[in-house]
């Protein structure tokens, strides 16, 4: 599944973002440019909140 994470700009979101999902028990695949990133391994539910516990806040339509 994809999340739109609008706040995300640099390497540190990228690699904080990936490093939450993670230690949550997903894997992560970040697109800095489009500002997306792909989850997999984690229901979407658990994967948006390992986002926002990394401080990024995950649009409403992703």
């Known amino acids: 599944m994809i999340f739109r994470v609008p706040d995300?700009?640099?390497g540190h979101c990228k690699t904080a973002i990936e490093t939450a999902l993670?230690?949550?028990g997903g894997r992560a695949s970040v697109d800095?440019?489009?500002k997306t990133v792909?989850?997999?391994g984690?229901?979407?539910a658990?994967?948006?909140a390992a986002i926002r516990?990394?401080?990024y806040q995950v649009a409403e339509d992703g």
Do not use: T
């Open 8 to 10: 995300m700009s640099c």
């Open 22 to 24: 993670r230690q949550a």
């Open 32 to 34: 800095l440019g489009a």
């Open 38 to 40: 792909a989850v997999e």
């Open 42 to 44: 984690l229901e979407a």
């Open 46 to 48: 658990q994967a948006k």
């Open 53 to 55: 516990d990394a401080g």
